[in-house]
């Protein structure tokens, strides 16, 4: 099976940095990938990483290593309409997405 | 503009009536996945389509099920809801197999029960 792990809140200011770590346990891995999801809405796709290192797109990016099945998530310059769930996501072999717990994000002016 | 569309966007059902949820893209993928979110939880997935090939997950209640009659359509049938299937269900689409990079998620149904 696949079990991911990361930190259920974390708080951080407009402007400021932050990081969302993830850290999974699975088999068969092809890729780790980050959703949004703002309260009420569905998941919309962050990005993914299928080979160790950065992704960046705009403010985020994201980063891989599969040595120490770890990825994490990075917010630049945060705005409070990043106010949302972020989820990790493990890609199998079997064509699903198995998602961590998610990690909700507050902005705080 | 392509999408992924859920109908209807609340549905509420008693106890025990059957419930039939449906998705449809304009997309063109091959693959369709149904997945349930309870309240503050992760999504969870319940099958997925890849074609006309049906996934189960292991854990999946039988009470659920799943029809795909075409490549733009999938339904989700809740044969006797009970309280605790009470949740949102997402129909999601992707373009590829195996490696699959991004998914396209529907806004959702959300079901309550009565």
């Known amino acids: 099976g696949q079990s991911l792990e990361q930190p259920s809140e974390v708080t951080a200011v407009e402007g400021a940095i932050v990081q969302i770590n993830c850290t999974y346990q699975t088999s068969g891995f092809y890729g780790l990938s980050w959703y949004q999801q703002h309260d009420g809405g569905a998941p919309t796709f962050l990005s993914y990483?299928?080979?160790?290192g950065l992704e960046e797109t705009g403010r985020f990016s994201s980063f891989l290593s599969r040595s120490d099945s770890y990825g994490y998530l990075l917010l630049q310059e945060l705005q409070m309409k990043d106010s949302a769930s972020y989820f990790c996501?493990?890609?199998?072999?079997?064509?699903?997405?198995?998602f961590g717990s998610g990690t909700r994000l507050q902005v705080q002016p | 503009d392509a999408m992924v569309i859920q109908n209807p966007r609340y549905q509420v059902t008693q106890f025990g009536k059957p419930v039939t949820l449906s998705c449809s893209q304009t997309?063109?993928?091959?693959?369709m996945y149904w997945y349930q979110q309870k309240s503050s939880q992760a999504p969870k997935l319940l099958f997925h389509?890849?074609?006309?090939?049906?996934?189960n997950e292991a854990d999946t209640p039988d009470n659920f099920q799943s029809r795909r009659p075409n490549t733009s359509f999938c339904f989700l049938d809740i044969r006797s809801p009970g309280l605790g299937d009470a949740a949102m269900y997402l129909c999601?689409?992707?373009?590829?197999?195996?490696?699959?990079?991004?998914?396209?998620f529907g806004p959702g149904t959300r079901l309550t029960v009565l």
């Open positions: 990483n299928a080979l160790d």
């Open positions: 999601a689409t992707s373009p590829k197999g195996a490696g699959t990079d991004t998914q396209y």
């Open positions: 389509y890849y074609d006309k090939d049906f996934n």
């Open positions: 996501a493990v890609i199998t072999g079997r064509r699903a997405l198995t």
């Open positions: 997309l063109n993928h091959n693959v």
